[in-house]
Every structure is written in structure tokens, then in C-alpha cells.
């Protein structure tokens, strides 16, 4: 299983983020995986954003979930994050990775996101 994050790399403050996950070697409907975001901020650890179930049920991080929304093209075999009102406290590095269980089992590389004006 792949997954390749894709996206800006460079948003202003206050526009809306949003990256793309595609996913080969599976499909993201195949029962009982779901399909995360998380983020490294500089000097930080791994934050939790979202995940999106094989079902296509949503859940955000209580800090994030005001300003965080998953959707998802089937056909394509993606699933999209997408992030408003970015501020300076958005940039980071952003991850989308696969958790059959209680762990995350295949990552993507990550894509660098800066917010600056």
C-alpha cells in the first residue's frame, strides 16, 4: 500500500488548506480501515487531525475539528483534508497515513505546508 500526499506548499493566513491523499495498492472503502491526517509541527510531535472510516464516517480532533473537514473521492481513491483560517501555527509537516486498528500500519511520505503572507 502507497499513500502520496499532495498539495500547496506555501498558503496564506486565513485561506483554506487542502491536501490530497491517494492511495494505490487499496482501496480506502475496503472494510475496517480508516484513513488519518496528522501533522508535525517544528519541534513538536505527531498531532492527530482527522480520520475518515472505510464507511466514510468522520472524526476531527477536538482542537482542530472547528476548522477541519475529510471528504473523499472514491473513484479516485482519495481522501482530502482540508484545513481553514490557517495561521502561522498551521505550518508543519502533514501526513496521511492508513490504521487498520488501534495502530497505523503504511504512512506517506508528507508534504511540507508554510503559511505565510
Known amino acids: 500500500v502507497l499513500l502520496q500526499e499532495s498539495g500547496p506548499g506555501l498558503v496564506k493566513p486565513s485561506q483554506t488548506l487542502s491536501l490530497t491523499c491517494t492511495v494505490s495498492?487499496?482501496?480506502?472503502?475496503?472494510?475496517?480501515?480508516?484513513w488519518s491526517w496528522i501533522r508535525q509541527v517544528p519541534g513538536k510531535g505527531l498531532e492527530w487531525m482527522g480520520t475518515?472510516?472505510?464507511?466514510?464516517?468522520?472524526n476531527y480532533s477536538p482542537s482542530l475539528k472547528s476548522r477541519t473537514s475529510i471528504s473523499r473521492d472514491t473513484s479516485k481513491n482519495q481522501f482530502i483534508l482540508h484545513l481553514s483560517s490557517v495561521t502561522l501555527e498551521d505550518t508543519a509537516r502533514y501526513y496521511c497515513?492508513?490504521?487498520?486498528?488501534?495502530?497505523?500500519?503504511?504512512w506517506g511520505q508528507g508534504t511540507q505546508v508554510t503559511v505565510s503572507s
Open positions: 475518515v472510516a472505510y464507511s466514510g464516517i468522520t
Open positions: 495498492g487499496g482501496s480506502i472503502t475496503t472494510a475496517y480501515y480508516s
Open positions: 497515513a492508513r490504521r487498520p486498528g488501534f495502530m497505523y500500519d503504511y
